[in-house]
């Protein structure tokens, strides 16, 4: 079964009903490090759905986030964006180019170290950011 798939039979299993416009909205979160912005999603799929607002968007993804597919991610420009995930992971960020790639390192959670480092502080979710260039731009600026 390909991913687009895979994420469909999840969300019917939570009983979200999809719509053509919620298997665009999850295509357009599959396509690799994108983590894109409510805005970014309208500008990509206003063309194919010129009735769908920026506040549709936001619903559907309020909707897959309620099933625990989507995960919101708050960046300090004040927008959120929008990470399609089932896998705990981490990100990098490109502090050039704005780009956010995905990282796994499931050890980091899975340290008994860290339920200690955190002591009787109860989380309830976490964030990993790793702040610096990526590899284009580590060319573009001549840096290697
Ligand atoms: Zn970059
Ligand atoms: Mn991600």
Redesign the pocket.
């Known amino acids: 079964m390909d991913k687009l798939s895979k994420y469909i039979e999840l969300l019917k299993e939570k009983d979200v009903r999809m719509t053509s416009q919620r298997v665009a909205i999850l295509e357009n979160l599959l396509d690799g490090n994108k ?1 894109p912005t409510v805005n970014e999603i309208y500008e990509d799929l206003k063309d194919d759905f010129p009735s769908m607002s920026v506040a549709t968007i936001y619903n559907n993804l309020k909707f897959f986030k309620e099933a625990g597919l989507v995960k919101e991610l708050p960046f300090g420009d004040g927008s959120s964006r929008f ?1 399609l ?1 089932t896998v705990d ?1 981490f ?1 990098t960020i490109c502090r050039n180019c704005g780009k ?1 790639q ?1 990282f796994h390192f499931p050890g980091l959670v899975e340290d008994d170290n860290l339920a200690q480092a955190i002591g009787n502080f109860r989380a309830e979710d976490y964030r990993f950011e790793i702040i610096g260039l990526c590899k284009e731009c580590q060319k573009k600026l001549k840096l290697n």
């Open positions: 983590h990470d995930t992971h990100h956010i995905d």
